[in-house]
């Protein structure tokens, strides 16, 4: 029964990871920008959700009016003002990718900056909807079933948009070839920008979600940046339902561990699955050929 | 429709083409015959805003600029092209990137006739409209290719040597297509390496070597010219 309830608090945070996995699909696959402060709205996302709850008690759901807008136009900004004269200035893709990661990999560490001198470095956190529930025999917290409910929610709202719209399916081609999609018309540049911001809007969601079970501070971007990532790769670059998949089982993965052996191996944990599906399946768990 | 003045383009210090100037009429189709590294893709790439050109250019559609403008406007203003290498999104099905080729602003109305036309049209593609486009053959993927372009409802139709690398009976079927396509009226601007096919579906001909228009006529000049026959025609 105890293993149960590890593998189901491992179900709950997987679909967590999904989320954020395909946030950064959206960002890597479409927009083609690895972007390493990726993870630093998610932080953003927490802290609002925070301060508005113990300051103003405004509920964390509500915090996202204000987190999610100023995320989405953050990023955008950050696309259109900090990483497009890159691609203008590169002379190849490696280039480009290197400067990418370079830039991004600063502007972590200026976000990380300014919510360390603003709020200090120690773990928050704050109690809400902490109500027991029983779920198939085993109890779990209220918000955590809230959280992962929103979570996939979302990313099955996602997926659908990328799948049957017309706007997504112009996503898509971008991420397939960006050269063909213009010749049908699409305006590559603004689509990119428009995933890009996409991407940082649903680690707001993810950081409000988190902040209602997990405890955060001002370096816990970096995190879920490296979980994103692992994921990404475990599924596959572009896959969205894979991403879901790997997400669950990066959870799981990271519940039994913590379980069995000692909860202090999580990261160990993380790096070692993303090692396995480097060497054995490097194009991705779910990915075809 | 399509006129071209003082086009030249250069990758670095290697100038591509020079001078070109050519015109498309509406309703007619313009054949540019050249060789291997004549500059064909570079021509067709700048008309479809893909490398820009030099300053001083003029590329004009129904005497209104496109020159510098993105890729995906000219699409707008009703050019399509017809890439090299073809360019499919290989991981959709065939008629995923039919829809795609009707994403164009311009191509919204009238979608769903058009591409029941389409795959009239291409009845193989009719019979694998749910096959994903990067297992098909090289006849079937260069059907989609064309029919993607068409999906835009273009006023001019750019074809970068759509039949390299099929085989003689497939490059016969798709010139077939083609010639139906410019007896409907539809205006083409076709680059090719292989002379006797595109000469029987030409109205003009232009030549071009080193990025240089070096010749132009109809295409009974063009064979009747014994300089040419040799480099184009292999006789």
Known sequence: ?289 | MLEVENLSVAYGKHEALRDVALRVETGRTVVILGANGAGKTTLLNAIAGLVPARPGARIAIDGASIQQAPAHRIVERGVALVPEGRRLFGEMSVLDNLRLGAYAQRAREGEGPRLERMLALFQRLGERRHQLTRTMSGGEQQMVAIARALMSSPRLLLLDEPSLGLSPRLGKELFATLRQLASDGQSILLVEQAAHLSLRLADWVYVLENGRIVRSGTPDDIRNDNSLRRSYLGL
Not at chain 1, 54 to 81: E, Q
């Open chain 1, 1 to 289: 029964m105890v293993l149960f309830e590890a593998v189901l608090s491992g179900i709950l945070v997987g679909g967590m990871y999904g989320l954020i996995a395909l946030g950064l699909n959206l960002q890597y696959g479409i927009a083609r920008m690895m972007n390493l402060a990726y993870g630093e709205a998610l932080m953003g996302g927490a802290f609002t959700a925070f301060w508005f709850f113990t300051l103003w008690r405004i509920d964390p759901l509500a915090s996202m009016l204000f987190s999610v807008p100023v995320a989405f136009v953050g990023n955008w900004l950050i696309y259109r003002y900090l990483l497009t004269p890159l691609v203008r200035r590169a002379a190849n893709q490696d280039v480009l990718e290197a400067d990418t990661i370079l830039v991004t990999f600063g502007l972590l560490f200026v976000f990380q900056g300014v919510a360390l001198v603003q709020w200090g470095g120690e773990y928050r956190g704050y109690t809400y909807l902490a109500v027991p529930l029983n779920v198939l025999g085993a109890t779990v917290a209220l918000n955590r079933v809230l959280a992962f409910a929103a979570a996939v929610a979302l990313a099955l709202a996602l997926y659908w948009l990328l799948r049957s719209t017309r706007l997504g399916g112009a996503m898509r081609a971008i991420a397939i070839d960006p050269v063909a999609a213009q010749l049908v018309a699409i305006d590559v540049p603004r689509l990119s920008a428009l995933a890009f911001a996409t991407g940082g809007a649903i680690m707001a969601v993810a950081g409000t979600l988190v902040s209602m079970f997990l405890s955060f501070n001002a370096s816990i971007g970096i995190v879920y940046t490296l979980k994103a990532l692992i994921v990404v790769i475990m599924g596959g670059v572009g896959r969205m339902l894979g991403c879901l998949m790997a997400g669950l089982l990066l959870g799981v993965a990271e519940a039994l561990g913590a379980y069995l052996v000692d909860p202090g191996l999580t990261l160990a944990i993380n790096f070692a699955l993303f090692l396995l599906v480097l060497l054995v399946r490097p194009q991705g768990l779910f990915s075809r050929g």
